[in-house]
């Protein structure tokens, strides 16, 4: 244990006596957005944070982009209306249009100021938005490198440059120095990717059941996802030095291709595990409701979605029961549409529910949620047949208008 505050003592001189102020900033940047420790896998999840946001920056720039359309689109559409002759097909198009898009003709010049208004103003919030991502990003960039380099230092010094550790991701390596920090347990390399399979769950499969061995396994994906971004991120900032240091790119290079092929065998496990485990839930699920044909065509996302639904309620479930909420949930929906129309002030009101509302309405919508997937799983023939009694009927009826027209 002695080694160990040695090691802990060392990571702090590192960390905060060899780094420039700039990193210095980033890494607690990410300290305080995280509101804990430090470590490479914690800014690991503060990077996957980030690009959460620019996927909603983008959809934000989309929706930015739309509304001005519309409004130019609008005032062509205006000047088409003014300028067109009453009762014409060019003038009833335009209105149209205009009021597909939320004005009208009346008040369009009205519309128009507040439209534009609420749009200088989204746009205003959104730059300043996507100044502040872009400068975070960059300090949440910066303390991934820092601590990438502060993961490998680390490792060379515990496991005494050990040629091992070329072979094993750097958010792997992280692991290992979180557990010795944590319990002083030094994992040795030959053992690390036994550690690090079984660090999430260490209960062997056989006795844990189909729901959490899936869980497991889905943990696992994104753990190789993860894992790909890695290598992507380091393929690409190795191209940049590939005219420049050939020998350093060269090495780097071999690195990456090694971890390419244990990431490209991990992956096929995965996902092979995670098919026999959902055709395994699909037969359990057959079997618990024997004789129910409407589960027929049932596929593996809905199996976990049943199997967790009666785990949760420690009972089978009859699908029927299931059923009720599709109807059920139709029903909120129109009221919910009809109490908003009635009462516009309740709008955009924050109101708390209580502890037994909210486990209602997450009941509510895991039920209906397996509803629906059951809805859509059905077997496709009776909605056929229907589909042909009601065209047998239509024909039927557009010869009964034709012998009508004849015989008159």
């Known amino acids: 244990m002695k080694w160990k505050w040695i090691f802990v003592g060392h990571l702090k001189r590192v960390v905060y006596g060899i780094i420039c102020l700039q990193e210095k900033t980033a890494i607690t940047f990410v300290r305080n957005r995280m509101k ?8 690991f999840k503060c990077q996957s944070q980030f690009e959460n946001w620019e996927k909603a920056l983008d959809k934000k720039l989309n929706a930015i982009k739309a509304e001005a359309s519309i409004i130019d689109q609008s005032k062509e559409l205006y000047n088409e209306y003014k300028n067109s002759p009453d009762n014409t097909i060019a003038k009833d198009r335009a209105e149209l249009h205009l009021k597909r898009d939320g004005f009208s ?12 208004l609420s749009f200088r103003k989204n746009l205003a919030s959104f730059k300043l938005e996507k100044e502040k991502f872009i400068e975070n990003k960059a300090k949440v960039d910066e303390a991934v490198k820092v601590l990438e380099g502060v993961t490998v230092t680390q490792a060379k010094i ?22 010795y920090r944590k319990s002083g347990n030094l994992i ?3 053992k690390a990717p036994e550690y690090l399979m079984n660090k999430e769950n260490p209960k062997p499969l056989k ?8 869980d497991k396994f889905r943990k696992d994906n994104q753990f190789v996802v993860n894992w790909i971004r890695s290598l992507d991120k380091k393929e690409k900032a190795a191209e940049e030095i590939r005219l420049t240091n050939p020998a350093e790119y060269a090495k780097r290079k071999e690195e990456m291709e090694k971890q390419r092929v244990a990431v490209a065998e991990r992956l096929k496990h995965v996902k092979t595990s995670l098919s026999i485990l959902e055709k395994a839930m699909i037969s359990q699920v057959k079997s618990q409701y024997s004789n129910d044909s409407r589960l027929n065509n049932i596929d593996g996302k809905t199996a976990v979605k049943i199997l967790r639904a009666n785990e949760k309620e420690n009972r089978v479930i009859p699908i029927d029961e299931f059923m009720k909420y599709l ?9 919910s549409h009809g109490q908003n129309q009635e009462h516009p002030d309740s709008q955009g009101r924050n109101i708390e529910p209580n502890n037994q509302t909210h486990h209602n309405r997450v009941q509510s919508e895991m039920m209906s949620n397996i509803a629906y997937s059951i809805n859509n799983l059905m077997d496709d023939s009776e909605k056929g047949r229907k589909t042909n009694i009601e065209r047998a009927l239509e024909e039927n009826k557009y010869r009964r208008k034709n012998n009508d027209g004849r015989s008159r």
Not at 207 to 214: A, G, K, R, W
Not at 327 to 335: A, E, F, G, P, V
Request: charged fraction near 40%; charge should be negative.
């Open 327 to 335: 109807n059920k949930t139709r029903q909120d929906l129109s009221d």
């Open 158 to 179: 515990l496991y005494k440059d050990d040629k091992k550790l070329k072979d094993i991701p750097i958010h792997e390596v992280d692991k290992l120095l979180q557990e």
């Open 105 to 116: 003709i009346e008040n369009y010049m009205e519309h128009l100021k507040e439209r534009t």
């Open 36 to 43: 804990e420790e430090v470590s490479l896998s914690v800014a």
């Open 207 to 214: 006795e844990m059941s189909l729901l959490d061995q899936y």
């Open 188 to 190: 040795p390399l030959d």
